[in-house]
């Protein structure tokens, strides 16, 4: 019993020493894990801190409402609709399939987006809401509305998107809006907002930043999965700027639908201001389109159209302006002194400078002709005498003073400066020596010589208010912001000189022999200065004419002549100046002066400068909700 | 009973009054108070609902309190008597659930029992210390030392190790390992040979790995470094970590934790409920939890050291490693201490088979208790 309880306690004295090693060793480790508790929860603590309200706070960028574009009354011209859209979210839906064939069975909903839904919902959170249709009509908003109990997940939502009142009467002067491609980013958040869309051409695009507006911001808590519990904070954006602009819509309609199926160009300006009333360039694109997103097709229909829907022609369009050249030569000639006004030059119906023969277009000739009566009839043979005594650089130093071959400055992405050549220009580009037959050319329009349709309508302005430096602008100003308007510079041109123009100018419309004398003004009590152009594009070939082609109206579209003609009015006391080119219209007298004509008498009728309220008038908040 | 005799200073018979007057209240009174933590924490993860946990593990609490208390009053010679078949009971539940595994073509762990499931490995860890006690109860200190006699209980820890590394479950199958060694450690095994053990364990080292399943490997790489892959395998740890930092010194406040109501926290009802009382209650919490649990383990310890016979001295002392372990590997795994290995933290975390052998174990320890001036002889209570 002894040796039995001796050797228990032999047991039990390894067992206290071991077990209480034991035990330390157990108190140590729980020591570690206080101090590992000490290390992340008090040295730490801000670094996870910092961690977990990262984990809990998502910051959603707010889109701001775009800025609107007025016209010159206040008619809206670019807006911001609500667009509503039908979603469907998976969690809320029993069968993503079961509510999508039953929204089809209310509102068209195609195989495509169907596909389209069900492709996406896989890669998608269960509680992002997908969109099925954007852009629905009333009608099918509340037809969605009634059944919304029968359709599990469905919901409509509201959002902004860019409308165009006007639709496509507008499109070149706006521009449109679309999202932004990678190229395009810039450090504003917002351009990184999926669905954001930034101007992409017209003054949407010159004036993008202005009336983008600044991003708000909305603290939101999420979970792990990405879902929303709370809004924590929110910082409402800017809204983006109202835009004013000089147009006004109902005179831009109107001369939208006078060129009904032609493509060309219009311009009307305030001789005085250069406020541009209208700025037309036909055909043109559905802006609302680009908001709503273009397909494939439709974007393929777009850039194949060899009119040219997408193209500004009144502010890219480069054209030879013809015979509505002659003035910049004319005014040339009287400037340096190398002929008078009351000079005749005889005209036999063509011209000989050394071996070359150039033509007029008056095959019998003119005969004796002075300036006034040179413009009237649009002589070639007169002009290309004075344009010879003048020389090129002359004649285009008067062309740059009267805006041609430079930039106008008007608020439109890329506009071109056109070309208006010097000798010294072909040495540095062709590397060739100017020769004087192509003075000749260049001195009723022709070859090397591009102008814009809205660099003619500022050379006549410049004519018409005595030559005053005018430039064109779309954007109305404020006067308490730029002060009074600046009284445009003088371009240092005689006021003689300009009333001889302006007489030939007047002829033509008025004199007997005038050009543009079949289009008459309604009322004959207008008084209208004018010319008309028509530019070469290609020469009927002796082939061609061998096989009875002679009239312009034979040949394809794309080869005919294009028609220009520019104008003011009242003559004698000038407020619009008037360019239109008609592509491929054929002569200047016949398809394009009619058009200008319409335009003007419209114009002054409409009076758009004398009775458009001022704009400090207005409202002076710019910003809607 | 010429047994009274034999026994000399202990008392051999005990009413059941005695015995409710020697079973300590005060343990009983810590557990309710870690049980009501864990319950709470349950509520504050269902988001301030009973539902579906809280009550679930409370009822679960209620059943097994009473049944800790019952086996507290259970004679320690009847315990010492049926210990081996308990413990060949859970290897035979093991052997069932492994078989049943392969049948049902997976892992399978547990058995239905309808209220809960019941995980036989769960269950091996208390009976193993059952069965490890009663082996060592019958070995003089000179036994012990003899290669011989270590055969057995080696035997006894390796075939569950074995069968639940095939289930697989590396964490219980170490644990188990090392309530093995201690046991063995404590009854007075030379020192040598568990140098030698250590040091083959190391050999074979690169054996194991290769004959680990990849997520065991992949959970022992994150672990490694899990900042490397915040939204993959080492999320679970930093997001814990994040949350155990940002509770700072007091927490957020009961039900403010926002990473674990955010959902950021993974398995905030089981193995991650610690990190959401540390990010509630901050340290102070979180080391006022495990003040509580040394106290219970001190306890334990105590009632080993004061024990009068060897079966209750290593039972006393097994179950007390067993709490230790559970605890440690816990919290150093959701600290970021150790890789994840997915055990629960007992009496806090939601789950029936944890919850049920820890109060079983704690039963054993508090019945150590009561019946610690017993005497009973090397051959068992068998022996007269």
Not at chain 1, 297 to 310: F, H, K, Q
Not at chain 2, 155 to 180: F, W
Not at chain 2, 205 to 216: K, T
Not at chain 2, 299 to 320: H, K
Request: net charge neutral.
């Amino acid at each position: 019993m002894v040796m039995k309880s001796d050797r228990d306690q032999e047991r039990q004295r390894v067992f206290t020493r071991r077990a209480l090693m034991i035990g330390a060793g157990q108190l140590a480790l729980t020591g570690v894990l206080a101090g590992r508790l000490y290390y992340l929860q008090v040295m730490e603590q801000e670094r996870y801190d910092t961690l977990a309200e990262d984990n809990r706070v998502n910051v959603k960028l707010l889109a701001p409402p775009r800025g609107e574009i007025l016209d010159r009354f206040g008619r809206k011209l670019a807006t911001n609709r609500q667009n509503y859209r039908v979603t469907v979210t998976r969690e809320q839906a029993k069968d993503l399939r079961v509510s999508l064939d039953r929204l089809a069975e209310i509102v068209e909903v195609s195989d495509r987006d169907v596909s389209r839904i069900l492709k996406e919902a896989k890669r998608r959170r269960a509680f992002v809401p997908l969109t099925v249709r954007e852009n629905l009509s009333w009608e099918e908003v509340s037809r969605i509305e009634v059944n919304i109990p029968d359709l599990p997940g469905v919901a409509i939502e509201v959002g902004l998107s860019r409308s165009y009142p006007f639709g496509t009467d507008g499109a070149h002067v706006l521009g449109y809006v679309s999202e932004v491609s990678e190229s395009e980013l810039t450090d504003d958040p917002l351009l990184q907002l999926p669905g954001f869309r930034i101007g992409k051409n017209g003054v949407e695009k010159v004036y993008d930043e202005a009336l983008r507006g600044s991003a708000g911001r909305s603290h939101v808590e999420v979970n792990a999965l990405g879902r929303i519990i709370g809004e924590l904070e929110r910082h409402d954006g800017q809204s983006g700027q109202r835009l004013d602009l000089t147009i006004d819509i109902a005179l831009q309609k109107f001369a939208v639908e006078r060129f009904g199926e032609e493509s060309g160009s219009a311009v009307v300006m305030d001789v005085h201001t250069g406020e541009v009333m209208a700025l037309v360039s036909t055909p043109a694109f559905d802006p609302n389109a680009f908001s709503r997103g273009l397909t494939p097709a439709e974007w393929d229909a777009l850039i194949s159209n060899e009119r040219g829907p997408l193209t500004n022609k009144a502010a890219t369009g480069v054209y030879p302006p013809g015979s509505t050249f002659k003035m910049a030569t004319a005014l040339a000639a009287l400037d340096a002194g190398v002929i008078t006004a009351d000079q005749r030059v005889w005209c036999p119906g063509h011209y000989k400078l050394g071996t070359g023969l150039f033509h007029c277009w008056r095959k019998q000739g003119h005969g004796h002709v002075d300036m006034r009566e040179a413009l009237e009839q649009s002589c070639d043979v007169y002009f290309y005498e004075i344009a010879k005594r003048v020389g090129i650089d002359r004649i285009t130093a008067m062309a740059n003073k009267l805006g041609l071959g430079l930039e106008t400055g008007i608020e439109l992405p890329s506009e071109k400066r056109g070309l208006t050549p010097t000798t010294s220009w072909k040495q540095a580009t062709r590397g060739q020596k100017w020769v004087q037959g192509e003075t000749l050319i260049a001195g009723i329009g022709q070859g090397f010589v591009l102008a814009t349709p809205l660099q003619l309508a500022v050379m006549s302005a410049r004519l018409a208010n005595g030559g005053l430096a005018v430039s064109p602008t779309l954007v109305r100003r404020r006067p308490a912001e730029d002060g009074e308007p600046a009284e445009p510079e003088s371009l240092g041109l005689s006021k003689r000189h300009l009333d001889i123009i302006r007489q030939g100018m007047v002829d033509v419309v008025h004199g007997d022999r005038g050009t543009a004398r079949h289009t008459k003004m309604t009322d004959p009590d207008i008084l209208v200065a004018g010319k008309t152009g028509t530019a070469q594009v290609r020469r009927i070939t002796m082939a061609e004419r061998r096989s009875g082609i002679r009239d312009q109206e034979d040949l394809p579209w794309k080869f005919r002549h294009h028609a220009l003609y520019v104008c003011f009015a009242p003559a004698d006391q000038p407020k619009y100046a008037v360019a239109v080119v008609v592509e491929h219209g054929g002569s200047g007298s016949k398809a394009a002066a009619p058009v200008a004509h319409d335009i003007l008498e419209e114009t002054l009728r409409r009076d758009p400068a004398g009775t458009a309220p001022p704009l400090a008038a207005r409202s002076e908040e710019p910003r809607e909700g | 009973m010429a047994m009274k005799e034999t026994m000399g200073l202990g008392e051999t018979e005990l009413t059941l009054g005695r015995k409710i007057a020697l079973l300590n209240w005060a343990i009983v009174l810590l557990v309710v108070m870690l049980a009501a933590i864990g319950c709470a924490m349950l509520f504050s993860a269902a988001g301030g609902s009973w539902d579906p946990w809280a009550a679930r593990q409370a009822i679960r609490f209620g059943v097994g309190i009473t049944g800790m208390i019952i086996v507290a009053l259970m004679d320690i010679r009847f315990i010492m008597r049926w210990a081996y078949l308990a413990y060949f009971g859970a290897l035979a539940l093991l052997i069932g659930v492994e078989l049943a595994g392969e049948v049902g073509g997976g892992a399978q762990r547990w058995i239905d029992l309808k209220v809960f499931k019941l995980q036989p490995s769960e269950v091996m860890k208390v009976a193993v210390v059952l069965g490890l006690a009663r082996y060592f109860h019958g070995l003089t200190h000179e036994d012990t030392g003899r290669i011989v006699y270590l055969l057995p209980p080696i035997l006894m820890v390796l075939a569950p190790m074995a069968l639940v590394l095939r289930q697989p479950d590396l964490g219980t199958a170490l644990i188990l390992g090392m309530i093995g060694a201690s046991i063995l450690f404590v009854a007075g095994v030379r020192l040598w040979k568990f140098a030698l053990v250590g040091m083959a364990g190391l050999a074979a080292l690169p054996i194991a790995w290769s004959f680990l399943r990849d997520y065991q490997k992949a959970r022992i790489m994150t672990f490694v470094n899990p900042e490397s892959d915040p939204l993959g395998a080492g999320y679970h740890i930093l997001q814990s970590k994040i949350a155990l930092g940002s509770g700072g010194v007091f927490g957020k406040g009961f039900m403010n934790g926002s990473q674990a109501h955010l959902d950021f926290l993974p398995e905030k009802q089981t193995d991650f409920i610690f990190t959401m009382l540390a990010e509630e209650f901050g340290m102070a919490g979180a080391v006022g939890l495990l003040a509580l649990f040394l106290m219970v383990l001190a306890y334990g310890l105590f009632v080993a050291l004061q024990s009068r016979n060897q079966f209750g001295r290593l039972l006393a002392f097994g179950l007390t490693i067993n709490l230790f372990l559970y605890l440690f590997i816990n919290v150093a795994m959701v600290t970021g201490l150790i890789p994840v290995v997915g055990v629960p933290l007992p009496l806090i975390s939601y789950g029936g088979t944890a919850m049920l052998t820890v109060l079983l174990g704690i039963g054993l320890v508090l019945g150590a208790d009561i019946h610690r001036d017993f005497k009973i002889g090397r051959r068992g209570p068998e022996e007269d």
